[in-house]
């Protein structure tokens, strides 16, 4: 084979990560993505999002020879291994979009040969991995299946994704064996579980978080309502009491997994998930929160309203499901004008920082990148969530 692995959606957020460690491990890497310009930055060593220290060993997988690149699927017939790492969304009903699984397993079919294995490192509904073994064996393939997903936090894969524990399943036990040996690379420390319970595992520990950013903001917004700053309170629970170590600050809770798979597990629930459907109404009701504080206390139609930070989460340039650009699009309606800015994100319609400080009445911190607590802003309402200024969070 050509190929020790080759993966399918390999210059995304979590594929292009997986192939430059594999490739630094020796292994021949085949990157196979239908996005031909994200192949050609990568191919010059640019890496098409914020991934830190991923560079410098991009450049060195580069140089080495050990990373490969294709726009077609033919590449997967040479490799020993095939990794698939698409997108997963939900839809306007907030139901998994099973189509773009079955779509790619369609092409993957004629490319894919007996024996090989296949690895699915998408996060995905329960029982999807079970229906794509079912797909190959109408289709006439014996293909070895495993999912083992990804659990890395966006942006720290490669520190993270050797420190992970790395979950195993598959439907044959040459399938757990083969897929042990490829993590194995990373890590020593393999958790092998049957393919549903690796399915609810992911989705559990995404929505289990998202439910944990659901009760901050609650709380939040109660402590809030009684003009009192969260921040006291949040000092006053977690000072010197390990109970409450992990509970982590308000602000906004997005991007392109938590919700999603909040969401997908309650479609696979009959949508008898409450607690999940009530963490999404909380954590994407908090613009809404935001713009309604604001507009008790100004009128906002005769306020320029300037919004930093419009990237989903701190230090990224990801604006995937960015509640950013939904407290942009409220406060279009309500302002006399929206002003945006973010060090980060590549967007024509943003604004600079400077301008965004200085044109604007009210600014709103959207997202908690580093540099703004060096921000010296006087004589303007901060809207804080985050308390990256540490002058409280209150509205
Ligand atoms: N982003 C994260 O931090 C993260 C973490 C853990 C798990 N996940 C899961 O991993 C999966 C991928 O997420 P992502 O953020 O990397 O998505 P992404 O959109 O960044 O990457 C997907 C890549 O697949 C490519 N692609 C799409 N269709 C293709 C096809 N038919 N053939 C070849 N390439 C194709 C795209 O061009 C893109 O480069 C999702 O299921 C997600 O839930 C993501």
């Known amino acids: 084979m050509k190929y020790d692995v080759c993966i399918i959606g390999g210059c995304g957020h979590v594929g292009l990560p997986l192939a430059i460690l594999l490739a630094s491990k020796g292994k021949e890497v085949c990157v196979y993505d239908t996005n031909e310009e994200a192949i050609e930055l990568t191919k010059a060593g640019i890496i098409p999002f914020t991934e830190e220290g991923a560079e410098p060993l991009l450049k060195q997988?580069?140089?080495?020879?050990?990373?490969?690149?294709s726009a077609t699927p033919d590449v997967v017939t040479e490799s020993e291994i095939a990794v698939l790492i698409i997108g997963t969304p939900v839809d306007e009903h907030l139901n998994p979009k099973f189509r773009i699984m079955k779509n790619v397993i369609d092409e993957l079919v004629p490319y894919l040969y007996d024996g090989q294995l296949l690895v699915l490192r998408s996060t995905v509904y329960p029982g999807l991995s079970k229906r794509i073994n079912d797909w190959f064996v109408e289709a006439g393939k014996n293909i070895h299946v495993a999912f083992c997903p990804e659990r890395i936090l966006e942006g720290k894969a490669l520190e993270e994704m050797e420190n992970l524990p790395q979950i195993i399943s598959s439907f044959t036990e040459e399938g757990v064996q083969r897929a042990s040996a490829l993590f194995s690379l990373l890590t020593k420390d393999?958790?092998?579980?049957?393919?549903?319970?690796?399915?609810?595992?992911?989705?559990?520990?995404?929505?289990?978080?998202?439910?944990?950013?659901?009760?901050?903001?609650?709380?939040?917004?109660?402590?809030?309502?009684?003009?009192?700053?969260?921040?006291?309170?949040?000092h006053a629970m977690t000072h010197n009491y390990n109970r409450t170590k992990d509970f982590p600050r308000p602000g906004f809770a997005?991007?392109?997994?938590?919700?999603?798979?909040?969401?997908?597990?309650?479609a696979f629930h009959n949508n008898n998930f409450f607690l999940g459907h009530t963490a999404m109404l909380?954590?994407?009701?908090?613009?809404?929160?935001v713009v309604s504080q604001l507009g008790k206390q100004y009128t906002l139609s005769e306020k320029k309203i300037g919004i930093l930070g419009m990237a989903f989460k701190a230090e990224s340039d990801d604006i995937r499901e960015s509640l950013s650009y939904k407290l942009k699009k409220i406060l279009e309606i309500e302002a006399k004008q929206v002003l945006c800015a973010d060090p980060y994100v590549k967007d024509a319609t943003l604004a600079d920082e400077k301008t965004v400080l200085q044109e604007s009445d009210i600014i709103i911190i959207a997202a908690p990148h580093k540099r703004y607590k060096e921000l010296k802003i006087k004589d303007k309402k901060v809207v804080d969530i985050w308390n990256i200024l540490n002058n409280g969070g209150k509205i």
């Open 282 to 289: 909380i954590n994407e009701g908090l613009p809404n929160y």
């Open 61 to 69: 997988v580069l140089k080495s020879n050990k990373l490969h690149f």
């Open 254 to 266: 997005a991007g392109p997994c938590l919700f999603k798979d909040t969401m997908q597990l309650s």
């Open 190 to 234: 393999l958790v092998v579980v049957e393919p549903m319970e690796a399915e609810l595992a992911k989705l559990f520990t995404n929505s289990w978080r998202y439910l944990k950013f659901a009760i901050a903001n609650q709380f939040y917004m109660i402590a809030n309502d009684f003009d009192l700053d969260f921040y006291n309170i949040y």
